[in-house]
C-alpha cells in the first residue's frame, strides 16, 4: 500500500507545480521577462562566438598554424579575426554613413520643390492639384513649422529617449563580445565540459544523439554564413563595377550599402537597393530609374546562377523555405530573425530528412526535401 501511494507522489508534485504556474503566472512572466532580458548580451555573446569561430577557425589552420603554443595561436587568431570585423564596419561607414547624411539633407532640402514641380505637372495635365488637396492650400513650409512647433516637445523627449534606448544597446553589445571572448578562448573546454556531464545525467548514447544535433546545425549555420558573406561580397564588387561602367554616381558608397543588406536572404539587397535609390534621385531621377533597371538585371542574374551555386547548395533548401524563414523571422525578430531563421529551418529540415532515411522512407541520395 505504501509503495502505491509513492507512486503517486511525483504525480502530485507536478500538479502542485502546474497550479502554482496558472496561479501566479502574472508574476511568473515578469521574472522570466526579467531573467531572460538579463541574459540577452550572454545570448549575443554566444551568437556573436559562432560568427567569429568561423574567421578564427580559418587563422589557425593558415595564417598562425605555425605557433606551436595553442593558447598563443589562440590568442593571435582571436585578435585578428575581432580586428577584421572592427575593419570591415569602420570602411562601410566611412565609405557610406556621411555621404548617406548629406544626400538626407539635400534629397530634405530639395522635397518642397519636387513636391512643387509635381503639384503643377499634375495641375496642369490632369488638374489634380496636389499640394491644395493634401495641405488644404496651406505652404509646405508652413505645414512643416506648425508641426515642429505642436511636436516640438514631444521630439525632444523621443530624442532623448533613442538616446538612452542606443546607449543600452551599445551596453549590451559590450557585454556580448566580452562574452564571446571568453566563450573562444575556452571553447575546446567548454565542449568537454559538457561531454561529460550530458554523459553523466543521460547517458552516452542520448549524449551523441543530442551532440549529433548539435553538429547538424553547427555545419548548416556555418555554411550559410559562409555562402552567405560570399555572396554578399560578390554582389557588391559587381554592383560597383557595373555602377562605374554605366557611369552612374555614388558607385563606391551604394555598392558597400548593397553587399551589406544582401547579407539577409533574398530581400536584403533590395534594401540596399532603396536605399541607393534615394541617393541616386538628389542628382537625377533619370538616373536613379536605369540603377533600379540595373540592380534588377543584375538580381536576376544573381538568384539563378550565383545564388544558387555559393549559397543554396551549401544550404540545400528551396526558395519556398527561405521565404518563409524570412516572413516567419522578420514578423517576430526582426532583420536578425530574417538572418538567422532561414538556417534554422534548413537545419530542421536536414535533420527530419536524416531521420526519414533511417526510417526507410527516403533513399539517401533523394533530392527530395520533406
Known sequence: MKKEFLKYIPIGIFLIILFAIFHYWSNISGLVGVLLSALVPFFLGLGLSFVVNIPLSFFERTIYKKIGRKGIRRFFSLVTAYLAAVLIIVLVSV??????????????????????????????????????????????GEKVKGFLS????????????????????VVKFILAVV??????????????????????????????KIF????????VFHSFFVGQSTEAVILGTLTFFGMTLIRLPYAPMIAPLVGLTALVPLVGAWIGAAGGFLLILTISPIKAIIFILFLCILQFFDNYFIYPKVVGSSVGISGLWVLLGITIGGGVFGVAGMFICVPLIASIIHLVKGDLVRRGSLSPGDGRNP
Open 95 to 140: 565609405l557610406v554613413i556621411p555621404r548617406a547624411a548629406e544626400s538626407i539633407i539635400e534629397l530634405i532640402d530639395r522635397f518642397p520643390g519636387f513636391i512643387e514641380d509635381l503639384d503643377a505637372f499634375l495641375t496642369e495635365k490632369f488638374d489634380f492639384p496636389l499640394v491644395e488637396t493634401l495641405f488644404e492650400g496651406s505652404s509646405i
Open 150 to 169: 505642436e511636436k516640438g516637445t514631444g521630439l525632444v523627449d523621443y530624442v532623448i529617449s533613442v538616446t538612452m534606448s542606443t546607449v543600452g544597446v
Open 179 to 208: 562574452f564571446s571572448i571568453y566563450i573562444l578562448s575556452s571553447k575546446e573546454k567548454l565542449h568537454d565540459g559538457l561531454s561529460v556531464i550530458f554523459s553523466t545525467y543521460l547517458g552516452k548514447e542520448r549524449k551523441e
Open 212 to 219: 549529433s544535433v548539435f553538429k547538424v546545425f553547427s555545419d
